[in-house]
């Protein structure tokens, strides 16, 4: 048996001047004797009733030691508990932190794929336009913190839609001038979603301001210029970008140089010039690449 293990079985201070090395196997006794261990105390440390490891002082040479010597080791193998226990805790705090962000992104991600399903005009629009979102605010020199909410409010861009009716949502052909009024609202419904959950707030700028446009014209607020969001100001290029390419109900896909050109169009008007210049940069370097 190692000293320790005699000190967390005892719960107690245990002090040793080389009689025990007897009960030590042949390794033990072999390094007892090779570090000349004269003298030992061992002292468990305990926070909340728990032995959480052993504070051990070794002498080579005899050692007689005053009561506030004593009195001393004590109370440094009580702080000690305590600065372990302290970091035990903060680990367990920063585990639990960590499970609760992954619970909270699957729960993030359930959301984008039910929306997928019930909005399938364009199979993986979604896994798209957070890929390419993403890339666009990394070459706009966006890091950190802010692409993780960028990707969070990509991904639940249009969760408002949940507020449309089917009837709406799934027509076929063109919208009524009252549809449209119904139809608009989906950025402000998502923003009445999402506002109550603190852990999305800095995700909201993408559901609540994707449609607005760069000139005012844009809805649910008629933001103009930099009143929009940087965040929103590049997804809409992004989506629009993604939704041109795509097959819809009521038309063809277009093709890339068309699109393009529509987006170069729409800069200064739909489109933030500035975002415009990075994302074509960005489609060159693709198609030099390629």
Avoid at 212 to 227: F, T, V
């Amino acid at each position: 048996m190692m000293l320790a293990e005699k000190v967390v079985m005892e719960r107690r201070m245990i002090h040793d001047s080389g009689e025990v090395r007897d009960l030590f196997s042949p390794s033990m006794q072999a390094i007892w004797d090779k570090e000349g261990v004269k003298e030992y105390w061992g002292v468990p440390l305990f926070a909340r009733d728990e032995v959480r490891g052993v504070l051990e002082v070794i002498f080579r040479k005899p050692f007689d030691p005053e009561k506030e010597w004593l009195a001393y080791l004590e109370t440094l193998a009580g702080q000690t508990a305590i600065a372990i226990d302290s970091i035990g805790m903060l680990e367990q705090l920063q585990r639990s932190n960590i499970d609760l962000r992954v619970a909270y992104d699957a729960t993030i991600e359930g959301w984008s794929k039910a929306l997928d399903l019930r909005d399938n005009e364009t199979e993986n629009h979604t896994v798209r336009v957070v890929e390419m979102s993403l890339r666009l605010a990394e070459k706009m020199g966006i890091k950190n913190d802010e692409l993780i909410h960028i990707k969070r409010g990509a991904m639940l861009h249009d969760i408002g839609k949940m507020g449309v009716p089917d009837s709406i949502l799934h027509k076929p052909g063109p919208l009524t001038e009252e549809e449209w009024v119904i139809m608009r609202q989906h950025p402000q419904f998502a923003y009445d979603m999402l506002s109550q959950i603190s852990y999305l707030h800095r995700a909201l700028d993408i559901p609540s301001c994707h449609h607005e446009k760069w000139d005012g014209s844009g809805y649910p607020r008629g933001l103009k210029g930099e009143q929009i969001p940087l965040a929103a100001r590049l997804f809409a290029v992004v989506d629009v970008w993604d939704a041109l390419r795509s097959d819809r109900p009521y038309r063809k896909a277009w093709d890339d140089d068309r699109v393009v050109d529509y987006i170069k169009e729409q800069s200064g008007k739909h489109f933030d010039p500035a975002v415009v210049n990075v994302f074509l940069e960005l489609l060159r370097s693709d198609k030099a690449g390629s």
